[in-house]
């Protein structure tokens, strides 16, 4: 019996539970230990938590539709300020003694009892269906949440029960169970069916986020007693933002109306979510759950469907597996597979047939094999899902064949990967796929002269990877950096050709706009300031040449250009008249520089001859400025507005059909790869290379910076509406084919676009 407590922590059952005396004494603690750290880790986490649950309801009591689910959120609040701590205790209770007794089942042999209690075979009324349902939305989008954290958890629960293999059903360490006691916890405090649903969906959302975390302790801990300490440890992985809050529905319905506040509806108080990266494993195995069932509800209407994680012999004495294959199994038969042709006898439960590691279809042909449809179904549905990743691949138009080929023989370490690592799927940098969007990379606008020694390059790392890699994929990184390195040192030889003629070209668009860039910067001054003639003139007739010669050479975006346009507003303001010492020290300080600046830029622009007569006459206004004298001519300076930007290219008129090509041109930046086609039907795949700063010229040159091609921005947008060009893909090729599978499997993804 439990000990009354004042303190914040809920207080749980003893170890030493008559349901595990059968086991022995060591795997009875280890059970009792893991049941009495889930719960009251979950429990724990709610408790810390009351206060968002609180902002929550308050934010759904503004959204609410009606006055009776605005009263359920008040009256769950209500509760959670006064009972939030019996609800724990009897959420304890009811989940100890539903883990002892599934434990003694699983020990036995007895049935479990049932949570329905002895009339299960009546009819079941609309508030047990809506209970049902609930209780199987969470307890799927929580599994979908720690799959990996459970499947290695499946496996040490049933070593410590000595069994082959457990089910999520009767492992009462799942989250089905948790949310089972707790809704048995919240009936049996007398609460309104509805408000209940609330209370437990409000404790499903303010657990998420911790509970992957949770299972991955008891992971390490029982590792750490013996319990298989050789399987891999899965770490805690980030929630998306929607199923931290309790939004993703995994099974395609509309969200609850006791969904919690989604972006833009945070309630007063309440501390926005993190954006975290978006789970893509989990997505998918929901999309493709949703899909299969819609699939077995219009084939077989009326019948019960479940998740089938693919193509699967049919169950019968002939298929069924003596044992369950681990993913540790798995993954040592693909080792073999891996590094060439496995007779299938060396390996059993591949089947019959020899599996050719080089084949683009070795996927579907594990697949096909015993040995997959006897493994865990989350590892039945990674070689699914990796399965599509690499047809999307395959299909990508912009893979070239000799790199399809190559990329082909790394799908089983890919998949092995996958199985170990679902972070595979979400992380853009992971190491395995830098290597696969490297090696794709490297093979756009190869020709037949450098293709082979690209290909010798691109042929030594993979098969590196295939004769080297076993978990670790460090492997992946190491290789990555050769190819980065190789490409690095490829395109400082192409940059070495292409400089000569991009600098050639940036230079004559530069001659061709140079005097009416710089006169718009000498005018801006002569018609905005109040200046002596003597400097007026000097700016028009003899700075203007310095600016041209400074414009043609660096640019404006030079220090050099910069340091032009400074000194013409120095000498402007050196020739006003100074009031105070502390302008008369810094117009001293200035001249010597001043004097000797000028004079270098009309020595580079070839002008020096005009430094002796306008030297003479400058000294005198010095001299009046330093006197706060100013000359006759000179009256008070007006402010000095921003000089105007350049013009940019004129965009054709809204509404004119070209309009989106030429505005995808502006756009392009270097580095782009575009495809053109000749009138004869022969291709060409340039990469652009420099885009001109005022003209909206376009050179494009091949990986060797050879070949070059220039093209006006109007032209370019073009051959990209007849076709005859086409820009290829910016995102990696793993981003590409992971958001085709996206496509493929979310329903409604196409009709939506």
């Known amino acids: 019996m439990a000990e009354t407590t004042t303190s914040n922590v809920v207080p749980f059952a003893a170890r030493d539970h008559a349901a595990t005396t059968e086991l022995s004494g060591e795997s009875a603690s280890l059970l009792a230990m893991c049941r009495d750290r889930l719960v009251q880790g979950v429990s724990t986490v709610f408790l810390q938590r009351i206060g968002q ?32 701590q019996p609800l724990l ?12 007794a599934s434990v003694a089942a699983l020990t036995t042999g007895r049935p479990r009892p049932s949570l329905r209690g002895p009339d299960e075979l009546r009819l079941v009324d609309n508030d047990d269906f809506e209970q049902d349902l609930a209780i199987g939305k969470l307890s799927t989008r929580a599994a979908f949440n720690c799959s990996q954290q459970l499947v290695p958890l499946d496996r040490r629960f049933a070593a410590l029960l000595r069994l082959q293999r457990i089910s999520q059903d009767d492992n009462p360490l799942h989250p ?19 408000l209940a649903l609330a209370l437990l969906q409000s404790f499903e959302r303010q657990t998420a986020a911790a509970l992957p975390g949770i299972y991955a302790d008891l992971n390490q801990s029982l590792a750490q007693s013996g319990i298989l300490p050789t399987i891999p440890l899965a770490a805690n992985q980030p929630l998306s933002t929607s199923q931290a809050s309790g939004n993703a529905d995994v099974s395609g319905a509309a969200p609850s109306q006791w969904a919690a506040p989604t972006s833009g509806q945070t309630p007063s108080g309440a501390a926005p979510a993190a954006v975290v990266n978006e789970d893509i494993f989990n997505r998918l195995l929901q999309a493709i759950q949703t899909s299969n069932a819609l699939q077995a509800a219009q084939a077989f209407p009326g019948a019960q469907t479940g998740w089938q994680p693919g193509a699967s012999l049919p169950p019968g004495p002939a298929t069924l597996p003596p044992a369950a294959v681990g993913v540790n199994q798995l993954v040592d038969a693909l080792n073999g597979l891996q590094r060439g042709q496995t007779d299938p006898r060396t390996l059993p439960g591949l089947g019959a047939v020899r599996i050719d590691p080089g084949q683009t279809n070795v996927l579907q042909q594990i697949r096909a094999t015993p040995m997959a449809n006897w493994s865990h179904p989350m590892d039945a549905m990674t070689i699914d899902i990796v399965s599509m990743l690499f047809d999307a691949i395959f299909n990508d138009p912009d893979l070239s064949a000799a790199m399809r080929a190559e990329i082909a023989k790394l799908q089983i370490p890919v998949l092995k990967v996958a199985l170990l690592d679902k972070g595979f799927f979400s992380d853009r940098k992971h190491p395995a796929r830098r290597l696969l969007d490297a090696i794709a990379n490297s093979g756009i606008g190869r020709n037949e002269n450098d293709e082979p020694r690209l290909l010798a390059k691109i042929h030594a790392i993979v098969e590196t990877v295939v004769d080297g890699f076993e978990s670790d994929t460090q492997i992946f990184a190491a290789q990555v950096d050769k190819i980065e390195e190789f490409l690095h040192d490829e395109e400082d030889r192409a940059r070495g050709k292409a400089t000569p003629m991009v600098d050639q070209l940036a230079v004559r668009e530069r001659q061709e706009v140079a005097a009416s860039r710089v006169g718009a910067e000498v005018d801006l001054r002569l018609n905005h300031r109040q200046m002596p003639p003597l400097i007026a003139h000097f700016l028009s007739q003899n700075w203007r040449p310095v600016l041209i010669e ?45 004097l000797k600046r000028l004079r270098s830029g009309l020595e580079r622009a070839e002008c020096e001859g005009a430094w002796d007569d306008f030297f003479s006459e400058l000294i005198r206004l010095h001299m009046a400025a330093l006197h706060n004298d100013a000359p006759p001519e000179m009256t008070e300076a007006s402010p000095l507005p921003s000089p105007p930007p350049a013009p940019p290219p004129s965009p054709l008129p809204a509404g004119d059909p070209a309009d989106r090509h030429l505005r995808l041109v502006q756009a392009l930046e270097p580095g782009a790869w575009i495809e053109f086609q000749s009138f004869r039907g022969t291709r060409n795949t340039l990469r652009l290379s420099w885009v001109s700063e005022f003209k909206r010229v376009y050179l494009f040159t091949n990986r060797q910076g050879e070949n070059a091609m220039t093209l006006a921005a109007s032209s370019l947008a073009e051959h990209l509406r007849k076709g005859s060009a086409r820009l290829l893909s910016q995102n990696p090729l793993t981003e590409r084919a992971v958001a085709q599978m996206l496509e493929k499997v979310t329903p409604g993804a196409q009709d939506a676009d």
């Open 89 to 100: 205790q009897q959420f304890s209770s009811a989940y100890v003694a539903g883990f002892d």
């Open 53 to 84: 649950a609180n902002d929550e309801f308050i934010g759904m009591a503004d959204r609410a539709i009606n006055l009776e689910q605005q009263q359920i959120c008040f009256a769950a609040m209500h509760f959670l300020a006064n009972r939030a």
């Open 550 to 594: 400074t414009f043609v050479r660096t640019g404006e975006t030079s220090t050099d250009w910069s340091e032009a346009i400074r000194l013409m507003d120095e000498l402007i303001w050196s020739v006003e008249p100074k009031n105070g010492a502390s302008e008369r020290n810094r117009l001293l300080a200035l001249l010597p520089d001043l």
């Open 176 to 194: 089905e169970h948790l949310f089972n006691a707790m809704l048995q916890a919240l009936t049996g405090m007398d609460l309104d069916r509805q």
